[in-house]
């Protein structure tokens, strides 16, 4: 008997007929006599439907009464799940966040879990019941409904395995598991048995939307076993576990796990700034202090004037902001002129076993030069290399990169 955390998401809970199907799987664990909770997202969307009332309602909205709004779409799907569960005779019953409680920081639309209190949720599940709890929200201490930001949901999943111990967190979604890359770019993709935390998380960060990237930091650090498999089929999934729990010979096999891209990049350029202690410091410091979070950084020194170009990344949604900050620390920072691209990709290569192979990133580099690929930004940490490429060139880069470190799979079966 092992005792189990279950998460759906939003394509799975949307609609009675689909919350049916997720209510007889839990039936079957339950049958199988695990102990179970269950983690559910609101129904496929309906939280975008949710923030559109809040939005006309008030373009400067209270971000508390935001939070009670958006929080209704889980707490709907888990009422509904309780419900199709008595109904197959199993013990059930819906547990909102501030019930167990959940407690969370103050941060509303973006708050974090401080704690959870297993007391009551662990008494429920001793008592062979299963709880079914809405994902994406707490409580404050103030006693206010909080929500975690969008996907939120996994990471509850993961805080509530952690705090009830469980075995294993199952995550549900629309994809039998995490995959060598995306299979609607490259046919030939392979799914892979094992990912390791740290490589699940630099996947998530540099684009893989299989899991979201604090969810893989939670279990990393909870040391949560995760694994993710679909609704709708009855595959094996993907599980992600600590590189210990991976064999040696398969990460010497697996040089590469997996090729990520993301397209939500913005690239920044400020020129002739003053190459002297501090004018680094004054380009990112505001930027910072408007949380907008930089990645990829490049600074070029011009010997004749003695100034610099320094180029980064942002969030696309983050541009328009980091302009507005930028133009207003002119003078501190001292740059000529300012100028931006959106028509950027970040492609990233992500592996474990490049800590212990050397050539990795310029395997990468001579690929992408093979097809007059340009690279205009470099980013690297121990088992990642990501580098920013016009965006018309995201789908071959992908294509030839998953081909050169031998990922394609044998036949189009993945």
């Not at 909770?37 to 609101?42: G, L, N």
């Not at 684009?207 to 979201?212: D, F, M, R």
Request: glycine share 8%.
């Amino acid at each position: 008997m092992a005792r189990i955390v279950m998460k759906f998401g939003g394509t799975s809970m949307g609609g009675i007929d689909r919350i049916r199907a997720v209510a007889e799987r839990v039936k079957g664990e339950v049958d199988k006599g695990n102990d179970v909770a269950v983690i559910v997202s609101a129904m496929a969307g309906e939280t975008d439907r949710l923030v559109q009332f809040c939005r006309e309602a008030s373009s400067l909205y209270d971000p508390r009464e935001y939070d009670v709004v958006v929080a209704s779409g889980e707490q709907v799907s888990s009422g509904l799940l309780a419900i199709m569960l008595q109904s197959m005779g199993v013990k059930a019953r819906s547990w909102m966040g501030w019930q167990l409680p959940i407690r969370t920081s103050e941060a509303h639309a973006s708050a974090r879990i401080d704690d959870i209190d297993a007391d009551i949720l662990a008494k429920a599940i001793e008592g062979g019941q299963v709880a079914v709890i809405p994902g994406f929200q707490g409580m404050t201490e103030e006693g206010r409904v909080a929500t975690l930001g969008r996907g939120g949901s996994d990471t509850s999943a993961v805080a509530i395995a952690a705090a009830m111990k469980a075995d294993r967190c199952d995550i549900y979604t629309d994809v039998d598991g995490v995959y060598t890359t995306d299979p609607r770019i490259v046919p030939r993709a392979r799914k892979l048995a094992k990912v390791t935390y740290e490589e699940m998380l630099e996947l998530a960060s540099v684009g893989a939307k299989v899991l979201q990237t604090r969810s893989v930091g939670l279990a990393m650090k909870c040391k949560v076993p995760l694994q993710v498999l679909s609704s709708f089929e009855d595959k094996p999934g993907t599980m992600i576990v600590d590189e210990q729990d991976i064999e040696d010979s398969e990460m010497e096999k697996q040089l590469i796990t997996g090729i990520a891209y993301a397209k939500n990049e913005a690239k920044v350029t400020l020129t002739s700034v003053a190459d002297k202690p501090g004018s680094v410091a004054a380009i990112f410091t505001p930027l910072a202090e408007a949380n907008v979070n930089v990645d990829m950084i490049v600074q070029n020194f011009a010997r004749e004037t003695g100034n610099t170009d320094v180029t980064f990344t942002v969030p696309s949604d983050d541009l328009a902001k980091s302009l507005d900050v930028l133009a207003k620390a002119k003078d501190e920072i001292g740059y000529r002129e300012i100028s931006h691209d959106t028509n950027v990709c970040k492609v990233s290569v992500v592996g474990v076993g490049m800590r212990s192979h050397a050539g990795v990133a310029a395997t990468m580099f001579q690929t992408l030069a093979d097809r007059g690929i340009n690279i205009m930004a470099i980013t690297t940490s121990e088992i990642k290399v990501s580098v920013l490429i016009e965006e018309d060139y995201t789908e071959l880069a992908v294509r030839v990169l998953h081909t050169a470190y031998g990922l394609d799979a044998e036949d189009d079966a993945a």
